[in-house]
């Protein structure tokens, strides 16, 4: 389990922090923003999966890092 999502049977030992850059298609329709941003996962093609489901797009890294805040 994340720190602040259930995975169900994921353990937390394999799940690690991302930081990524990618455009986010919400955000200044239609073209997107450029954001950087922190999400916790088990892989780089969890991470992938995640954002596709989330609209976002033209992925420009994804780096397994900690982040300052953890």
Do not use: C
């Given at each position: 389990m994340?720190?602040?999502?259930d995975?169900?049977?994921?353990d937390?030992?394999d799940?690690?922090?991302?930081h990524?850059k990618a455009?986010?298609m919400?955000?200044f329709?239609p073209?997107?923003?450029?954001?950087?941003?922190?999400?916790?996962g088990v892989?780089e093609?969890?991470i992938?999966?995640?954002?596709?489901?989330?609209?976002?797009k033209?992925i420009e890294w994804?780096?397994?890092?900690?982040?300052p805040f953890?």
């Open positions: 994340s720190k602040f999502f995975y169900g049977d994921v937390s030992e799940s690690q922090w991302f990524i455009r986010d919400d955000i329709q073209d997107g923003k450029v954001i950087t941003f922190w999400l916790w892989s093609t969890d992938r999966h995640m954002l596709s489901k989330k609209n976002i033209d994804i780096k397994k890092k900690t982040p953890a």
